[in-house]
């Protein structure tokens, strides 16, 4: 039987606990739209838990032979071109048999960025 594919939602991370909700939110959204049987998670580059590479390896350890990693970016900064691919990196290393592949920030997909800019629009009154 083949592995599961799983999903991590990677964020920047806060001090501030109530930062972290939308992100508790999507996750929320996407485990509902792809079922239970498919791993869905946070992680964050800091001042937040989980570390990507501990949510990498609780997937593995549920099973998942694949693992996409979404940055939850507006855009592609110095985090999301520097340090997370060094950290996928690492993953790749720890989990040789994984497949760990990284998406592009979420705030360069023009599906995104339509309904940012719906959003926007709808703030007129």
């Known amino acids: 039987m083949a592995g599961k594919h799983g999903i991590i939602l990677f964020g920047h ?3 501030d606990p109530r930062w972290a909700e939308p992100f508790q939110r999507l996750l929320s959204r996407l485990r509902y739209a792809r079922g239970a ?3 869905v998670s946070l992680a964050f580059l800091e001042l937040m838990t989980p570390d990507l590479v501990s949510a990498v390896a609780a997937q593995v350890a549920e099973g998942c032979t694949a ?3 979404v940055p939850v970016f507006f855009g ?3 985090h999301v071109r520097n340090d997370l691919p060094q950290i996928v990196e690492q993953c790749r290393a720890l989990f040789p048999d994984v497949h ?3 998406a592009t920030a979420v705030g360069e997909d023009d599906a995104v960025l339509d309904a940012v800019a719906q959003y926007c629009a709808r703030q007129v009154f």
Request: charged share 15%.
């Open 100 to 102: 760990v592949q990284c």
């Open 13 to 15: 991370g806060a001090r």
């Open 67 to 69: 693992i996409t990693v």
């Open 76 to 78: 592609q900064g110095g």
């Open 37 to 39: 049987d498919q791993p």
